[in-house]
């Protein structure tokens, strides 16, 4: 049977309409496979097929019907004799311009005719084989017309989908959401080529197991909370991908965004992110020009610019950035500017198999696993060491002291930036919370001055509990009857202390004052004190040193509550001062 599709020839024994949807009132946008599908749906023996040269107020063009045909799935397809009508015969003659005998040659020896009064003889029956082969390789390496990243945005959603899919194949959410995006990707020659190597049946069952205990760490991981996905291609189905994603947990809100300002007001307005998965590349950097990796510097990007914005609002919170470059220098770059870890979108040039497009799932799990996990171990510190610092800052007229703790807390947070930080990475895992602990620790002189206010006169000093009316010494250096000087600690005689620095003694004085239990201190003390390479020396063999080779995360928790107690009960004791 010879089927025509919108022509207007007795030739064709059965008519057909193009499938089309509305690009604008006066255009359309024809849906070639879905066309296909409801030719061959019918059940209808096809011996020819006849479709237009031209098809008026459209998008269609028959080289793009060709490709579709010939590198269909289907041999039944595939295979089917082609003829282009064209019933002007002048439109006819400049079809192929000036190079009308090479392609039309080409297209005759893959069974595609061209006529402007079609008949049954015009149907070229026989397909040369290897001029089949070689045009579908052509058409197959074609570089995807639109730029690199759109090309491994709408892959990489595809992928996602398609894993998750492979594993829950009753989850409605996920097949409804890989089929309509299949149905706008398979429209393109070059992801239906692509899309013919994608099948779930050949998945191996140990990908499938891998994915699932990741599934099942997250689930375990991230109990609750809110995750903030800024992506400007959500309709083009990553909004569907990371719904799938989460989907297992159903306390966890998602956050969307689509650009820069509604990310930032999203930061603003919510009281705690979990986490953050951040595209780099937003609005203006997707225009085709700028998709060249080399064409933009990596801070110029919307996505990292808008990355320091977030870290300005809430500096502690884990960000994602998941992007479609692969160069290993914007990977750099995104990491050495504070991205806690990223993630590279599947790439049509580097995943075309399910195996592999698997394995990209499986490592966005494992990222968001490990940053979560690492975020929950190490938030707290960081979180708090900067509240401290925001705290003294807002009972203290001394900014040196104040910038000194954030400068503290800044350190911190670099550290515990494993992913990114150099100098963590050539720390052990535990050398990294010896330091930690250590950096923590040394707020502690900085605290201390900050509880007291310091006098010096000549070689006598006098230390003064901030906002005490009574204007009592704390702590007092001054000279005795044999013309020495001592610290004197509550007008009792205390030498423990440094001569030049007394805050042993000092600790001892506001310590004891109900700021904060003396005993702890102490035991905290020891603990810095036991540690390996304090002061760059290593404990001698044989030392009567008690030594401490690495902290423990209940350590470190200790000692920054033990800071957070001495802040919060001294702003306590100045409001309770000021009242009076």
């Known amino acids: 049977?010879?089927?025509?599709?919108?022509?207007?020839?007795?030739?064709?024994?059965?008519?057909?309409?193009?499938?089309?949807?509305?690009?604008?009132?006066?255009?359309?946008?024809?849906?070639?496979?879905?066309?296909?599908?409801?030719?061959?749906?019918?059940?209808?023996?096809?011996?020819?097929?006849?479709?237009?040269?031209?098809?008026?107020?459209?998008?269609?063009?028959?080289?793009?019907?060709?490709?579709?045909?010939?590198?269909?799935?289907?041999?039944?397809?595939?295979?089917?004799?082609i003829l282009v009508y064209s019933a002007d015969e002048e439109e006819y003659l400049n079809l192929f311009d000036d190079s009308k005998d090479?392609?039309?040659?080409?297209?005759?020896?893959?069974?595609?005719?061209?006529?402007?009064?079609?008949?049954?003889?015009d149907f070229i029956s026989e397909v040369d084989k290897e001029a089949l082969k070689a045009y579908v390789d052509q058409v197959g390496n074609v570089p995807y017309k639109k730029g690199s990243h759109d090309k491994s945005n709408i892959w990489g959603a595809y992928i996602v989908l398609f894993a998750l899919k492979s594993i829950e194949k009753g989850n409605t959410h996920y097949v409804s959401s890989t089929e309509e995006l299949q149905k706008r990707l398979i429209e393109e020659t070059y992801y239906k080529r692509l899309l013919q190597k994608i099948n779930i049946s050949s998945i191996k069952d140990t990908y499938k197991s891998r994915l699932k205990s990741e599934i099942s760490i997250l689930k375990d991981t991230l109990k609750s909370g809110k995750v903030l996905i800024v992506e400007d291609q959500l309709i083009d189905g990553w909004q569907s991908a990371?719904?799938?994603?989460?989907?297992?947990?159903?306390?966890?809100?998602?956050?969307?965004?689509?650009?820069?300002?509604?990310?930032?007001?999203?930061?603003?307005?919510?009281?705690?992110?979990?986490?953050?998965?951040?595209?780099?590349?937003?609005?203006?950097?997707?225009?085709?020009?700028?998709?060249?990796?080399?064409?933009?510097?990596?801070?110029?990007?919307t996505g990292v610019k808008l990355s320091d914005e977030i870290r300005g609002i809430l500096p502690n919170v884990p960000i994602i950035a998941?992007?479609?470059?692969?160069?290993?220098?914007?990977?750099?770059?995104?990491?050495?500017?504070?991205?806690?870890?990223?993630?590279?979108?599947?790439?049509?040039?580097?995943?075309d198999t399910i195996d592999l497009g698997i394995e990209n799932v499986i490592d966005l799990y494992k990222k968001i696993n490990e940053t979560l996990q690492w975020s929950q171990r190490t938030r707290f510190w960081q979180e708090e060491l900067y509240r401290i610092a925001q705290k003294v800052q807002k009972y203290s007229e001394n900014s040196d002291k104040n910038s000194r703790l954030y400068g503290k807390a800044k350190s911190l947070h670099a550290l515990l930036f494993r992913s990114f930080s150099p100098f963590s990475k050539d720390l052990s895992k535990g050398l990294?919370?010896?330091?930690?602990?250590?950096?923590?620790?040394?707020?502690?002189?900085?605290?201390?001055?900050?509880?007291?206010?310091?006098?010096?006169?000549?070689?006598?000093?006098?230390?003064?509990?901030?906002?005490?009316?009574?204007?009592?010494?704390?702590?007092?250096?001054?000279?005795?009857?044999?013309e020495k000087y001592e610290w004197f600690v509550q007008d009792h005689c205390d030498n423990s202390g440094s001569k030049d620095f007394p805050d042993t003694a000092v600790a001892k004085r506001v310590l004891i004052n109900k700021r904060l239990d003396f005993n702890e201190y102490m035991e905290m003390s020891k603990?810095?004190?036991?540690?390996?390479?304090?002061?760059?020396?290593k404990h001698e063999s044989g030392s009567t040193s008690e030594s401490v080779e690495f902290v423990t995360d209940e350590q470190i928790t200790r000692i920054i509550c033990l800071l957070s107690s001495l802040?919060?009960?001294?702003?306590?004791?100045?409001?309770?001062?000021?009242?009076?």
């Open 102 to 121: 090479f392609q039309e040659s080409w297209f005759n020896k893959i069974a595609v005719a061209f006529s402007p009064d079609p008949a049954l003889d």
């Open 567 to 580: 802040v919060d009960n001294h702003a306590v004791y100045l409001e309770r001062q000021g009242n009076l």
């Open 242 to 301: 990371y719904e799938a994603i989460f989907s297992g947990i159903k306390t966890v809100e998602l956050l969307f965004a689509e650009d820069g300002k509604t990310a930032r007001k999203i930061v603003k307005e919510s009281n705690e992110i979990d986490l953050v998965l951040l595209d780099v590349r937003l609005t203006s950097d997707r225009e085709e020009r700028l998709q060249d990796e080399t064409s933009q510097p990596v801070e110029e990007l």
């Open 432 to 482: 990294q919370m010896n330091i930690a602990f250590l950096t923590i620790y040394s707020c502690m002189n900085d605290l201390i001055e900050w509880v007291c206010d310091i006098e010096t006169n000549g070689d006598a000093i006098r230390w003064y509990l901030q906002g005490d009316s009574k204007n009592t010494p704390v702590v007092e250096r001054r000279k005795v009857h044999n």
């Open 322 to 351: 998941a992007t479609a470059s692969n160069k290993s220098w914007t990977l750099e770059a995104l990491l050495e500017r504070g991205i806690s870890s990223y993630w590279v979108k599947a790439s049509p040039d580097l995943i």
């Open 1 to 81: 049977m010879i089927v025509g599709l919108n022509v207007d020839t007795s030739v064709a024994e059965h008519n057909e309409c193009f499938a089309t949807k509305p690009l604008t009132k006066k255009r359309t946008q024809v849906v070639y496979n879905e066309t296909l599908k409801k030719v061959v749906s019918q059940g209808l023996a096809v011996d020819g097929l006849i479709i237009p040269s031209a098809l008026p107020n459209s998008d269609y063009s028959f080289k793009k019907m060709i490709e579709h045909i010939r590198i269909d799935a289907d041999s039944a397809i595939s295979k089917i004799p």
């Open 527 to 537: 603990i810095r004190n036991g540690l390996p390479l304090i002061h760059g020396k």
